[in-house]
């Protein structure tokens, strides 16, 4: 039997099927309090030891979790709902309803990262209650594909290394936390696969899953022939990455030599040497976030010039763009007092907090034109959620304050910023022409770009499949962006999760797009794959994609025009 899912993690794997179950193991420990400070320290100590193996992504998940392991919200809940019990087994039970209630608080608001959050809340909950009924988790005893209706992440980083082959899961995201960690591990993983609990609930403890990470498929008990195209599939996908590898120290280009700048999305500056290693030409996105979220009042100026300027120390005189917050609304922080909006999606987010915070986006601003002093590049600075000329403005307007209010305080900043905008909103790609003329570069956000054309909220699962950037109506968007773009003389980049699809790139490449960013993950195969082509062949490639009725006729071109992808 053949399932459908959404590919999450490349590789194919074939194995037995595990699911996660507990077993008692110690001694219980019914008191919520201790028991949640074990959990806190155990997060820890697993972050640590991902931090240790240069998995920063995955620890950081695991900090949060060590966080919210002791949120005396979670652990008061809790002990209300336990009060006057005595029986592990029902104070454990407490302290999961306590986590799922908050679960389910966070998963109504539609926001992916706050979708990732609840699942984290949840697996916290289930660590406290298991540390206390005194159960732990029975981990597969020989190498296993998991098998789940949503695995919990610290379940799948706590498999030791080698035991687990391969994720399938039947709900989630390309972006869950699950996902995240099967890329990190290098292992593949299929999401979102409808039917898998039915389909595996009922079949013996003996089944085999065959998984192919990258076509999305998942084949239970797979028969010889199955086996053998699985294989194969395996075998090329294997050799497709030695070679690919083998190109690192070669700058992205097409194969007669059209050159394109690979660089790498970050979101800390530890990642910066991940980046390095994997070959990047710069970053083409630094996500600002991790300095305001998980704290109690804004980072301070000091504290963020010395992020950015680790970074621009790190890439020397390669370029790097640093993304202006892209938070509220959806992504609420507490000391900036957001209200709550019914489509947060379509709110006060990004550079439209600028309205009623004027303060904190001025202060961002100074933070990186001091990070610039002294910098072997000239920072570049990027504006999220633009939709209007006057959002441009308003961004100018931003700077020039900042930099005034600097040299007024005799403050040492860089001579210059290069301005930029995220084009992720369906007017800024139809208002290109006009938006180029005022600014120094484009970065086209293909993630929020397919949620607002497609009117597919990017979170929600039952999109997750539709929700394709290699739709045709997405990509018309992105001509048009390079369009304007092209007639303004300005370079124009793509960094939401499309540059990192090596199918995407060549098509992206053949729309004319200069730069490309991605996860440093990514950067291998679509170096590979751009060097498989020459221009005229992508160039042949988009205008194919561009005629094209649907997204699956988009991604059939793969197979037609036989990428090594
Ligand atoms: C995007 O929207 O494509 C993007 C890169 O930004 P984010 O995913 O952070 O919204
Ligand atoms: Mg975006």
Redo the contacts with the bound molecule.
Sequence with gaps: MRLTGVPASPGVAVGPAWRHAEGQSGTPLPDIRAAATRAAADLTELAERLRRAGRTEEAAIFEAQAMMAEDPTLVEGAERRANGLTDPDAIAAAVEAEARAAASTLAAIPDELLAARAADVRDVGGRIARIIAGRSIRLPDRPSIAVADDLPPSVAAEIPDGLLLGVAIERGSAVSHAAILARGLGIPAVVAVSGLGAATRTADANLTIGLDGAAGTVVLDPDADELAMLRAAGERRAAAVEAARALRDQPGATADGHRVALLA?IGRPEDAARAIEAGAEGVG?F?T?FLYVGRSDAPSEDEQTRAYRAVLDDFGEHPVVI?LI?IGGDKPLPYLHLEAEANPFLGMRGLRLAQDNRALQLEQIRAIARAGAGARSVPRLMA?MVALVEDVELLRGLVAEAEADLDARGVARSARLEVGI?V?VPSAALMAAELARRVDFF?????????YVLAMD?THPGFAAAADALHPSVLRAIRETVRGATAAGIEVA?????AGDPLGAQILVGLGVNEL?MDAGRLDEVRAALAARTRGELVALADAALAADTAAAVRALRARDGAPV
Excluded at 443 to 451: F, R
Excluded at 494 to 498: A, D, I, T, Y
């Design positions: 999305n996105l996500r976030e993304r892209d999220p995220m992720e970065s086209i956000g293909s993630n929020d770009l397919t949620q990017r793509v960094c939401g999760e499309l960013s």
